[in-house]
């Protein structure tokens, strides 16, 4: 079991666990090159993580790129519908849907439970639209497994792709 121990270790003094008090004291310059050494380290962690995060979507980026995260966040809205969460449903819409549309009145039109599975059939991407064509599976009483394609409009705004809701 490591105990910790108070050394001295260059003009001030530091914690420093047993098996390093054996190897002897540290000079102010050792300990100082480490310090450094791990601050940088952090910094291009930190900066790594960060401009992973940056990566966003704008009108200009590739249609592939556009065509990817569209469909990725048609299917989650859809997911969210099919399990019942029309508040999480909500935070999808876009920013000029949402001015135009509550909470509230977004949860009185959309009524869940109908709906079996939804996938994205095809995506078309012009500047900032882009238009999907959701293939969505219900049931209607005696009538079991009803595909009907779903057309819906996504917009690239603020870095991602949001929901034109009408």
Known sequence: MRFMQLTLG???A???GESRA???PETYEESSRSRSARWMAWLAAGLAIGLTGCASLSADSAAEQKQKVVAEKAQARWNVLIKGDVEAAYQFLSTGS???TSVAAYKAK?????WREAKVG???CEAEICKVMMLVTYDVRRM???ETPVDETWIIEKGSAWYVYR
């Open 14 to 16: 530091s914690l420093r």
């Open 98 to 100: 949402k001015a135009a």
């Open 122 to 124: 095809k995506i078309e």
């Open 22 to 24: 054996k190897q002897g």
């Open 10 to 12: 260059g003009c001030f």
């Open 110 to 114: 959309i009524k869940p439970g109908l």
């Open 144 to 146: 079991k497994g009803i």
